[in-house]
């Protein structure tokens, strides 16, 4: 648009000008995704055919993890969706790491019974499955094209999560983990359309898990906690999450390995892992999962058991520049005493980790694993290519990542 007088030339450069201005302007934005809607506590599954009627769903195809299923997990939801005159159908075969045959036979019986929801249940595994399933269905794209950097497909078909472990935080996030076809490498895919509408988070679910499971999870979230408070792109409100999550971990892991029908400690924990997944959906994670997301695909090691193996020495790693940030989480450890430099918080948040990791009964190294001193350097490049090394707050080399994996497999 010209003024009165001013010529076309002017008029083209005075608009350049203004935009280029306008771009620069904004300063420390930060965005922030969340679900739309979502009912925590004892017995809130019971709420979910009320909560599902609310939104118009007329038929839910539901996400299942296989165990949960056999051990009866879901006979309340069954029942409330039956109350609340929803048709529903099961798919329970999610195992430990689905790869892309499940979500695509997964994805066909959504289409075929023509759903307007998908429902994850159970471990991060089934939620992270009905997430892509959900996308999958709508775009009628494959796993590979989700995958793609820049895929621009949306979701139309409805989406929840009710998790039964405290660890994935899945059903808060907008990413999904899939393992590919070889079963040697994993899809990380990053979609806004991921993060569900709906979650439940019911800690009665979660009263059954064995202590190995417990811990596992329970670190996993800690993981979550304290990669998303160092993150490059962490913002106030991230850090606020997620160490607000670091204190009730350290406060309540140990209580719910040691005493699993503990329903108060129980839900602490699974309101932790809910903070530390909004946490890091919103401010990325680090080093620690671009290489647990390639040593787990490669070697079957469980994704929390990787995470807590790689903690400490990915800490250790970063603490180069992470000084202010581990010293502040070592408080929330309750590690720290008067008198201690920064640097001395710092490490001591580093041991208590270690400490941690002890107490609730997982292996503190990667020591008498069948992961392999040649396949070093492909999981080291692998890693640098994973989404989350974007976001780890130091530089890191195919070099670094060798050795650190080096310090891990040496310590016994």
Known sequence: ????????????????????????????????????????????????????????????????????????????????????????????????????????????????????????????????????????????????????????????????????????GSEVTDISVIMRADRKHKYVIKQ???????????????????????????????????????????????????????QSIAEALPVVVGNGGDVAARLTMATAAYKAGLAFSNSGLGLVHAISHQIGARYRLAHGIANGILLPYVMRFNALVCQQEYAAIAHMLGVTRTGMTQREQCMASIDAVRQLLSDVGLPGSLAGTNIHRDDFAAIAADALEDVCIRDNPRDVTEADIVQLLEEVCSTK
């Open 1 to 168: 648009m010209t003024t009165p007088g001013q010529s076309p030339d002017n008029a083209l450069i005075e608009s350049i000008v203004t935009h280029t201005v306008d771009e620069l302007a904004p300063r420390g934005l930060f965005n922030f995704n969340a679900p739309r809607q979502t009912l925590m506590g004892e017995g809130a599954i019971l709420k979910i055919g009320e909560m599902l009627g609310h939104l118009g769903v007329t038929h839910v195809l539901v996400v299942a993890d296989r165990v949960v299923y056999e051990k009866g997990l879901m006979r309340s939801m069954e029942r409330s969706l039956e109350r609340a005159g929803i048709e529903f159908t099961i798919y329970p075969a999610i195992t430990q790491e689905p790869d892309e045959s499940v979500v695509t036979s997964a994805t066909e019986l959504l289409t075929r019974n023509q759903a307007d929801f998908v429902l994850g249940f159970g471990g991060g595994s089934a939620l992270d499955a009905a997430k892509v399933i959900a996308l999958a269905g709508s775009c009628q794209s494959s796993l590979q094209q989700l995958a793609e950097p820049g895929f621009g497909g949306r979701r139309v078909i409805g989406l929840g999560a009710v998790p039964t472990t405290a660890g994935t």
């Open 192 to 246: 806004v359309d991921l993060m569900p509408d709906l979650a439940i988070v019911d800690p009665g679910l979660m009263l059954n898990l064995p202590p190995l499971v417990t811990a596992a999870t329970g670190i996993d979230a800690l993981t979550h906690a304290i990669e998303a408070y160092a993150a490059r792109s962490s913002h106030p409100l991230a850090k606020a999450l997620a160490i607000c999550a670091v």
